[in-house]
C-alpha cells in the first residue's frame, strides 16, 4: 500500500474530475482496486501502527465511495469543497409552489393506507417523485456548473425534501406488501 494521503478529496482519490455526473463504472473499479489493496489479511503480519492505518484508510475510502456514488451526498459533498456548510445549505429558499408540492405528495402518502387500490397510486406516486428527483440532479448540475452555488443548494435541499419523501414512499410500499 502506497502512503495514504488522507488529505485528498474523494474525487482525487478515486481519479475522477471534480463534476456532478460520475463515471460510477470506473468509480466502482477504483474502488474495488481499492479494497483489494486494503483487505485485512494483507496487514495480518504488518506492524500495528500499519494496520492500524490501513483500517484508517479504509474507512476513509469506504466514506468517499459512499459520498460519490449517491447523487445528493455527492452534491453536498460539492457544495462543501466550494466552502458552504451545511448550514448555509440548508438556509436556502426553496420557491414557494415547490413547498406546496411537497404538502400534498405527503398528503397522498398518508393517505395510501386508506386506498381500495394503494399499490397502483403508490407506483405512480414513487414514479412522480424519482422524475421530480432527476429534475433537481439537472437543476443541481446546471447551477453548480455554472457557479451559482445559491441554486445549486437550493437544488439540493429540494433533493433532501424528495429523498425523504421517496423513503416513505419506499415504507408505505413495504408496509403495504408484508399485509
Keep these: 500500500m502506497s502512503t495514504p ?26 474502488y474495488r482496486q ?26 476513509f475510502v469506504n466514506e468517499a465511495y ?33 413547498l406546496i408540492e411537497q404538502m400534498e405528495l405527503r398528503e397522498k402518502l398518508e393517505t395510501m393506507h386508506d386506498l381500495v387500490d394503494p399499490d397502483t397510486v403508490l407506483d405512480h406516486l414513487v414514479g412522480e417523485i424519482s422524475a421530480d428527483i432527476k429534475l433537481h440532479h439537472a437543476e443541481f448540475e446546471s447551477a453548480y456548473t455554472h457557479s451559482d452555488l445559491p441554486a445549486a443548494a437550493s437544488a439540493c435541499v429540494k433533493m433532501q425534501y424528495l429523498e425523504k419523501l421517496l423513503q416513505e414512499a419506499e415504507q408505505i410500499e413495504s408496509d403495504l406488501m408484508d399485509n
Design 5 to 30: 494521503d488522507f488529505t485528498q478529496t474523494y474525487f482525487q482519490l478515486f481519479d475522477l474530475p471534480v463534476r456532478f455526473a460520475v463515471d460510477t463504472v470506473a468509480l466502482g473499479d477504483v
Design 66 to 98: 459512499a459520498v460519490l456514488k449517491a447523487p445528493l451526498p455527492r452534491a453536498l459533498y460539492l457544495l462543501e469543497l466550494k466552502g458552504m456548510s451545511q448550514e448555509e445549505i440548508s438556509r436556502q429558499q426553496v420557491d414557494g409552489g415547490f
Design 34 to 59: 481499492l479494497q483489494r489493496e486494503l483487505h485485512p489479511d494483507r496487514f495480518a503480519s504488518a506492524a500495528n501502527h500499519e494496520q492500524r492505518i490501513a483500517v484508517q484508510y479504509s474507512a
